[in-house]
Structures are given as C-alpha cells and as structure tokens.
C-alpha cells in the first residue's frame, strides 16, 4: 500500500519553486497567496536563504510547494490510501486527505507560523539533533539537565532531536555524548519546536483552529502526538492544538503505518529528509520522492512496475482510480462544492482538452487532457473537496 509523507520545516530551500513555474499546478500558488495574504510566489522562486530560515516563510512555502506536488502527481493519476507529515507536513497531510481544506490550510499554516515566530521571538530557543543513541537515554540526558531542554522529535533509529533554551540544549548534548552519542548536531533554527516553550503560539493557533472546518477522513492519517491513525475531524483540532508543544513521533508513526501494511513511502515535496528516515525505520519498505516534475516520470514508472500485492490493493477503503499509471490522467475539482456532470458527458465519451466535463457549484470542471471517459469517481450531487478526483481517462499511448 502507499502513503504519502509530506515535510515540515527545514527542507526549504532558496529557488526551489522554479521547476515548478511552467507546470499547470503552479496555479495553486495564486490561490495560496490571495488566502494568505502574501506573496508565496515570491518566496518561493526569490527569497534567499536566510528569508527562508523564518519560521513565518519556511512553513508557508513548505506547505504551499507540497500542494503544488501533490496536485501534480494527481493529474497523472498517482494516489495514495495513507498520509502523515512531518510536524508542518501534518497540515500538507490533512490537506491531501481532504481532512482541510485548501484555503483554510494555508490559513491556519500562515497563522501557525507567525504565532510560533512570534513565541521565539519573546523567548528563543534551540534545537540539535542526538545522532547515534537509543530514545531512552536521549530522554535521560534531558532528564539531567536542570533546565528547560526536552525531546522534540523522534525521527528515526538513532535520530532524535532535543530542543529547549540555548544553554540547556547545549548542557543535554554533553551529557548525551557522555551517554555515548556520536554527535551532537546544531539545528539552524530559533525556536524550541515542539515543547512547552511553544505555549503562547499553541493557545493562538487554537482560534483559528476553532474557525477552520475539518472533516472526516476516509483515508488513513497518522498524527504525530500519538502516532495512531485518525479519522474523525473532531479528533483534529486538538491534536493540532497539542502538536506544538508535544514531541513530533515520526519513527513511531512510520511503524504505524508499516503495522497497517503500508510498505511505499512517497514523499513529496521539497527534499528528501522524510525518504531517509522511512528508509532507515522501516527496513525492506520502498521510499521515493517527488520535488521536481521530473521525477513524476520515475514515479509512475516505478508505480506502475509494482505487484499487484503492492500497488493495486491499496486499501478497502481507497478510492476508485487509485492504480492509474502512465497512460490514464485524472480531472480534479477546482474548489469544495457539489457535482454535477455536464449533459451529454457519458462513461466511454472522448473529450479534447478545454472540454466541460461538469460542475462544481457554478464553477466549470473543463479537462486538461484528451483521452475517453472511463469513469467518474464522483456521483452526481456528491460534495466534493478541493482537489478531489472527479473522473478518469485513459489517453493516447
């Protein structure tokens, strides 16, 4: 089976929306910035480095470049049955199993990342990585300390991220070292994500939570403050809520999903952190990413090369179209709403590209490929998410 990793803070990097700027799902970064209220375009194509190193710019063009590539791989058909992300990635995950939606995403990422800016600001912080020691005697070298430091992320065997004021950060590496450690490694940041230092921006994060509308999920999405797959979407606010100030689960979950027969990993958007650490975590499971359009080709081929035990049975509750490969595309809604096929739209109909397949409100569902209708994945008068699959063609060879 196949999920969907999506990454959080860190895997920015200057210019890394330009292999994306010709691609139709570039679209998507004009409806991130009006809801905003910013110009993502800018960040993603012009910012430089330390531009990017703020939190408010890093998780925004994060979130926003992961949208980007996840639209992309649904236009050639590629799905998942499970999501997760990576702190940030949690609300890219949410986002792609149409837990949230779109708008209201960038919103709340936008708000979350001025309000833990915000909380560094008034009182910094630091985080390192603990390279070469078990869980447990990470938690002991924090227990240690005197000071504020606790563990941040679990990420992986023999990774785990440690974050607190400067000085007990620094304090719980050498006594980590003493432990046995390898390294202890300095993480660019300035904040102490994910612990109790994070509290100001959690109690403002929560109102916007509050004005959000979260849904149910049919899909599996594992949250990262207990590991477990959710979904109802009233499990979510709080767990949102609690994230930010918890300890990010990442090895725990990628054994989630591995316990609930998930064995690809695909992460997708920019870098390949998350690809590692699954590699690492969960031994004989397949990794790959997408953060360029050219590595769709490798994905749908590689997809498409997979047994049937991998690939085509994704889930009980996956939807239709999941297993479309290299000769079959996807029409995807352009807003939430409700469906309706255009008359005289029929199963087997060959359609040109700019032809109306339906409609989603008052908004025109026209296709941006050529091929014939095989099926639609949504029933007349059915509610619809952004971004949602509506129906499937099989084109040209």
Not at 271 to 285: P, Y
Not at 322 to 336: C, G, T
Request: net charge negative; proline share 4%; with cysteine.
């Amino acid at each position: 089976m196949i999920v969907f990793t999506f990454p959080g803070q860190g895997s920015q990097k200057p210019g890394m929306g330009e292999p994306w700027a010709d691609h139709p799902s570039w679209e998507l970064v004009a409806e991130a910035s009006d809801a905003a209220g910013r110009d993502v375009a800018d960040l993603l194509l012009t910012a430089d480095a330390d531009e990017l190193k703020e939190t408010r710019n890093a998780q925004l063009a994060t979130f926003v470049l992961s949208m980007v590539t996840l639209d992309a791989v649904s236009r050639v058909g590629a799905e998942a049955a499970g999501y997760a992300g990576h702190s940030l990635g949690e609300y890219s995950a949410l986002t792609a199993a149409g837990v949230l939606d779109f708008g209201d995403a960038v919103r709340l990422v936008t708000e979350r990342g001025d309000a833990m800016q915000a909380a560094a600001d008034e009182r910094p912080g630091a985080m390192s990585a603990i390279l070469g020691l078990d869980d447990d005697q990470v938690d002991i070298a924090c227990a240690r300390v005197a000071n504020d430091v606790w563990v941040a992320n679990y990420n992986a065997p023999g990774q785990v991220v440690i974050a607190g004021t400067a000085e007990a950060v620094e304090q719980a590496g050498v006594v980590a070292k003493e432990l046995g450690a390898k390294r202890a490694m300095s993480l660019p940041v300035g904040g102490a994500f994910h612990t109790p230092l994070m509290a100001p921006a959690r109690e403002r994060l929560a109102k916007a939570i509050d004005q959000a509308e979260i849904r149910d999920s049919d899909s599996t999405v594992v949250a990262n403050v207990d590991a477990a797959a959710h979904t109802e979407g009233g499990d979510w606010a709080d767990l949102l809520n609690a994230q930010l100030c918890s300890p990010v689960r990442w090895k725990h979950s990628l054994h989630t999903l591995a316990d609930l027969g998930f064995g690809t990993f695909v992460e997708l958007g920019p870098g390949t952190v998350l690809t590692g650490m699954a590699k690492r975590t969960i031994k004989g499971s397949r990794t790959l990413s997408v953060s360029s359009p050219l590595d769709i080709d490798n994905l749908l081929e590689t997809l498409a090369g997979s047994p049937a035990s991998e690939v085509g049975a994704l889930s009980e509750r996956a939807v239709e179209g999941e297993h479309l490969f290299a000769i079959e595309r996807l029409v995807v809604s352009p807003k939430a709403g409700v469906f309706k096929r255009a008359e005289g739209i029929e199963d087997d109909a060959s359609i040109s590209p700019g032809d109306l397949v339906g409609f989603v409100g008052t908004a025109e569902v026209r296709s941006p490929f050529a091929g014939q209708i095989k099926g639609f994945l949504a029933l007349e008068g059915e509610r619809v998410t952004s971004r949602q699959p509506l129906a499937w063609l099989q084109v040209a060879h």
